[in-house]
């Protein structure tokens, strides 16, 4: 069965510094593999996703992850946080009929 | 265009209540999915519907059920309401033409309390 594993439940860094979120899943199919962010008190939306092709996918905010089949990892780093970037982030990944399996969150908290 | 509403915001039950969330979606979607968020446990299937006329149970459906009413709605009632399902709920949709890589976009959610 397909699982994700986020390692860090809590993450505080200091603005400006580098960040990585840590994400680790188990399966024994070809899978596809999102990050998802939660901004307080609102939904989640989609930051980025792996389908296929190049292993480096960027969002539109700076963020990056890397697709690493052999360790079954795909961490989401950031060279220079900002205030607006705490938040939950959220590693998920696709089986069957499209369904997601979430790991169990990180909390992202960039401090001044 | 709204995206995927939820309705109500917030809620709060006493044990044994009944109540129905509701959830729509404007984007002409097939796929909608109901999930539970809890602290440190991340986001857990409830109940989904790959298309219109169908419905499945996810990871946790014990104590709810669901009618996809049509291809907009998708709503999640708890018949008898439980503590340990105060939570908060998000509904999510998705287009699934492009099969397992469309994206799923959610609601902003529905915190529910049961006391």
């Known amino acids: 069965a397909q699982s994700v594993t986020q390692l860090d439940s809590q993450v505080p860094v200091f603005e400006e510094a580098p960040v990585e979120l840590r994400c680790n899943y188990s399966?024994?199919?070809?899978?596809?593999l999102f990050w998802y962010v939660q901004y307080p008190n609102q939904g989640l939306q989609l930051l980025l996703k792996?389908?296929?092709?190049?292993?480096l996918v960027e969002s539109i905010n700076g963020f990056e992850a890397e697709f690493n089949k052999s360790q079954t990892s795909f961490h989401l780093r950031k060279p220079s946080v900002h205030i607006s970037d705490t938040a939950e982030y959220f590693c998920?990944?696709?089986?069957?009929?499209?369904?997601?399996?979430f790991g169990q969150g990180t909390e992202l908290s960039v401090k001044p | 265009n709204a995206g995927v509403t939820q309705t109500p915001k917030f809620q709060v039950l006493k044990t044994g209540q009944s109540m129905t969330l509701q959830c729509a979606q404007d984007?002409?979607?097939?796929?909608m999915y109901w999930y539970r968020q809890d602290p440190g446990m991340g986001l857990r299937l409830i109940y989904y519907?790959?298309?219109?006329?169908?419905?499945d149970k996810g990871e946790v459906p014990n104590g709810y059920n669901v009618s996809r009413l049509n291809k907009r709605e998708f709503s999640l009632r708890l018949e008898s309401a439980a503590p340990s399902q105060t939570s908060v709920y998000f509904c999510?949709?998705?287009?699934?033409?492009?099969?397992?890589?469309?994206?799923?976009?959610f609601g902003p959610g529905t915190r529910l309390t049961v006391l």
């Open positions: 519907s790959a298309s219109e006329g169908t419905t």
């Open positions: 999510a949709s998705r287009r699934t033409s492009g099969g397992a890589t469309d994206t799923q976009y």
């Open positions: 399966s024994s199919v070809s899978v596809y």
């Open positions: 984007m002409n979607h097939n796929s």
């Open positions: 792996y389908l296929s092709g190049s292993t």
């Open positions: 998920a990944v696709t089986i069957q009929g499209g369904k997601l399996i």
